[in-house]
Structures are given as structure tokens and as C-alpha cells.
């Protein structure tokens, strides 16, 4: 089951039509972020990853949601791929990150995910549990 | 060129950062609707009978306590400095050029109006005030990790359109360079800076209100009634 999922081609038209659906929301609050990094600290996994920057919330989104967006949805497997390490491994949507300017980054994570998702990109804890560790 | 540039541009610049304004304003209602009793978080009530009566040192003190706590939580826990600086920078931007001498003096001939002015000299501390926050911003910005982990073109591009009229305000004001040169400088700039307001990351000087204020969440401040 795992590698028809994994070497299925990506469905673009579908994926644009995700980004499209929720462009204005996410192209505000992407275009808002000033890259101040005070969310950092409201993160545990930055604070208990040795302040790692790529554990930052406003990371997080640029590199997932920010980069959907800038490729327009024109995206590969490897690329979905990279993202799910992001939005999965990197971040584990408590919640808890805190944005000044009003940022709702929770929402953009899970929209991250939404988005691999629908092209069966997601982690399998099951058959890579052993091989691969998520904490 | 200079003519239009220091006549009509200037009525054409704040014409678009008002209109601009106002369009995102209309866009965002748009955008999100009015929050349903589904998602209205039903907080317990008060009980109705006679409350309990307090004295005022015992609220004064358990206020106290709440602020410590939410102090604690906070950013201005954690970034003392930045948070300063921050808030610092963001009033004298607004301050300064609404309330500087030149300015209204400039509007009084111009239109018959002015606003109140400030001296000279607090004029020109304050504008160094600005700079001196830039700076602040530019080595955050360079050395920071975190942040040059972050940071990109649109962002070296807002704080350039944001600083820019400043330091060529400064150059003016003291006349150093070319003044006229200087001076043309100044108003293009801040001509850019204005009709950029509303369509760049420096629109969140209104939708930092709109994200705070008006959308329901847990960091919202007062009732947030509205969602996506």
C-alpha cells in the first residue's frame, strides 16, 4: 500500500485548487509575517531542540505554505515529501505558538498538511515507526 | 518633474494609502464572517445572588497577581529589549512626521491647516530615535540567527521603505549633500513608502488591529467576533 501512495504521480491540478481555495487568508497572513521570530520561544520543540531556528514556527510556514504558494502548486513528491518532514516531524500542532502581529500559524500548518495530505503524503507510524523515529 | 513630484504625486500618494486602506478594510470583512453560536465558547457565569463583597486590597492584589502572571507569559518577558525597541520605534514613526515642524508648516501654507507642531529640536531626536531603532532592527536582522533564518527580499525591502524617508529626512533637515537633490529624495520616498502601506508586509500597521481585535482566537484582545 505504501509505495502505490508514494510513486503515484502528484495531482497539480489538485493542489492548486487547495491553495486556491484558501489563497486569501493564507497570502495575507504570508505577506504579514515580518519576520520578527518572537514566536520562536512559544515553541517547545525550538526551545528543546537547541533554539534549532528551523524548529521556529514562522519557519515552519514559509518553508511549507510559503513555498506552496511561491511554486504556484507546481510541486513534486520530493518536494510534498520535505514538507511532511516540516509540518509533521517538525511541528505537532499543539497550538501553543504565539504570533504579535495575530498570525494564525496553527492554521497554516494544518493547511500544510491538508495539502499533502490529499496527495497521500503523510507519515506512516506504522510501517516506518521502526525506522523511522517522529519524537 | 520636481513640480509634480512635490504637487500632485503627493495628493496621488495619499490618496492611494487612504483608498488602499480602506479596500483591505472592506476586503477583510469580506473575507471573514460574523462568528456563529456554534462557535461561541459559553464562559460560566457569575453566580446572581449577592456576590461576596471585596476589599478593594484584596482585588487590587489578586489584579496584581494576574498582570505578574500574564506579564511572565508574555513576549515582554522573553524579549524585553525587542519589545522596547519595537514600541519605541512605532510611535515615533508616527509621531514624527505627523507633528514635525517642516510638515506643518508646509500643510498650513498649502492648505490653511496645520496640525500642532513639535520643536525642532525634539523633531530631529526623534527621528534619530527612529534610526537608532533601525539600526537595531538591521543588526538583529544580520547577526540574529533565527532571524536570518527567516528573513528575505520582500523583508530588506520593507525596512528600506520604512528607514529610507527617515535618513533622507535627516540629510535634509541638517543639509548635508546636495539639498535640493536630498530634499527630492525625501519626498519620493516618502511617496513610495505611503502608496506601499497597504499592499506590502507594512499593511499590518492596519491588519495588525484587524487579526488582534476583530478575529476570534485566544491571543485575540477583547471579544473577536469575527472568523475566516
Given at each position: 500500500m505504501s509505495d502505490t501512495r508514494t510513486c503515484a504521480p502528484v495531482d497539480k491540478l489538485e493542489i492548486k485548487r487547495l491553495l486556491r481555495a484558501r489563497k486569501s487568508m493564507m497570502k495575507l497572513y504570508l505577506s504579514h509575517c515580518?519576520?520578527?521570530?518572537?514566536?520562536?520561544?512559544?515553541?517547545f520543540l525550538f526551545m528543546t531542540n537547541d533554539?534549532?531556528?528551523?524548529?521556529?514556527p514562522s519557519y515552519k510556514v514559509i518553508q511549507s505554505v510559503g513555498k506552496l504558494y511561491k511554486k504556484r502548486g507546481n510541486v513534486d513528491r520530493v518536494f510534498l515529501e520535505k514538507i511532511k518532514k516540516i509540518v509533521w516531524k517538525n511541528c505537532v500542532l499543539c497550538r501553543r505558538c504565539y504570533c504579535p502581529i495575530g498570525v494564525d500559524i496553527p492554521a497554516m500548518i494544518a493547511f500544510a498538511r491538508g495539502v499533502c495530505r490529499s496527495q497521500?503524503?503523510?507519515?506512516?507510524f506504522d510501517e516506518q515507526g521502526a525506522a523511522e523515529s517522529w519524537l | 518633474m520636481v513640480d509634480f513630484v512635490r504637487g500632485p504625486m503627493v495628493w496621488i500618494a495619499f490618496g492611494v494609502f487612504f483608498v488602499g486602506l480602506a479596500w483591505q478594510g472592506f476586503r477583510f470583512f469580506k473575507l471573514t464572517r460574523k462568528k456563529s453560536l456554534v462557535h461561541t465558547q459559553v464562559w460560566p457565569q457569575a453566580s446572581s445572588g449577592r456576590k461576596k463583597k471585596t476589599r478593594w486590597i484584596e482585588a487590587f492584589s489578586a489584579f496584581l497577581e494576574t498582570a505578574e502572571k500574564k506579564y511572565r507569559a508574555s513576549v515582554f518577558a522573553t524579549h524585553p529589549i525587542m519589545i522596547g525597541v519595537t514600541v519605541v520605534f512605532h510611535v515615533c514613526l508616527f509621531v514624527t512626521p505627523i507633528f514635525l515642524l517642516a510638515h506643518n508648516s508646509m500643510l498650513e501654507n498649502s492648505i490653511g491647516f496645520g496640525l500642532p507642531s513639535l520643536p525642532e529640536a525634539l523633531g530631529d531626536f526623534l527621528t534619530l530615535l527612529v534610526l537608532s531603532c533601525g539600526l537595531f532592527f538591521l543588526l538583529r536582522r544580520l547577526f540574529v540567527r533565527r532571524v536570518r533564518a527567516i528573513t528575505g527580499w520582500s523583508d530588506w525591502g520593507a525596512f528600506g521603505l520604512t528607514l529610507a524617508p527617515f535618513v533622507s529626512g535627516f540629510l535634509a533637515y541638517h543639509q548635508w549633500f546636495d539639498y535640493r537633490t536630498v530634499l527630492f529624495a525625501h519626498i519620493v520616498l516618502g511617496e513610495l513608502m505611503l502608496i506601499s502601506i497597504p499592499f506590502t508586509k507594512l499593511g499590518h500597521m492596519i491588519f495588525f488591529f484587524f487579526y488582534r481585535f476583530f478575529l476570534a482566537g485566544e491571543y485575540s484582545f477583547g471579544q473577536g467576533r469575527r472568523m475566516w
Open positions: 515580518v519576520r520578527c521570530s518572537l514566536c520562536a520561544e512559544s515553541c533554539q534549532d531556528p528551523k524548529y521556529m497521500g503524503v503523510y507519515p506512516d | -
